[in-house]
Structure formats: C-alpha cells, structure tokens
C-alpha cells in the first residue's frame, strides 16, 4: 500500500509505502488523519509524519487482528494509544 503526497510551495512529490493487510477497518483514515496532523503540527516534516502515521495505522490493524475483533468494529485504538508518536 502506499501514500502520496505533494507539496506546491516546494514543488515535490513523495511516495511512501507500508504493509498491506487482509482487511479494511473502519476508522483507519480517521486514525492516519489524526496521527498527521499532529506530528505536522509538532514541526515534522510532510514525509516523517506520513511515515509515523502510517506506523501507527499499520500496528493498530496487526493489534486488531492478533486479538481477532471483527472488522466492522474497527481497529482497537484504545489498546495502541500508547504507541502515538510524540
């Protein structure tokens, strides 16, 4: 799976890739959202806060499945809190 991104005032493009899964939670784009937007507003660069937003989505849906929730509900976003980058 991948993201791409761009910036008009630099003029560049990324593309970044992670794991791709068996399934699709609901809730991940809202997750990988949040993720970005904070570490964009901690001062990281456009192609680190994909990077750690993409992290973080990708171990919420590896923890989701270990515990074998069923994907309707969702990823559990409360037991990966935790592993929010900072």
Excluded at 4 to 11: F, N, P, T, V
Aim: with cysteine; glycine share 6%.
């Amino acid at each position: 799976i991948a993201v791409l991104a761009y910036d008009r005032d630099q003029e560049r493009f990324w593309v970044l890739t992670g794991e791709e899964f068996p399934a699709s939670f609901p809730g991940t784009g809202d997750a990988f959202t949040s993720v970005l937007l904070g570490r964009l507003l901690c001062g990281d660069s456009l192609p680190i806060a994909i990077q750690q937003a993409m992290q973080f989505v990708a171990h919420a849906i590896r923890t989701t499945l270990e515990h074998a929730m069923p994907i309707k509900e969702g990823i559990l976003l409360e037991r990966v809190l935790d592993a929010v980058p900072r």
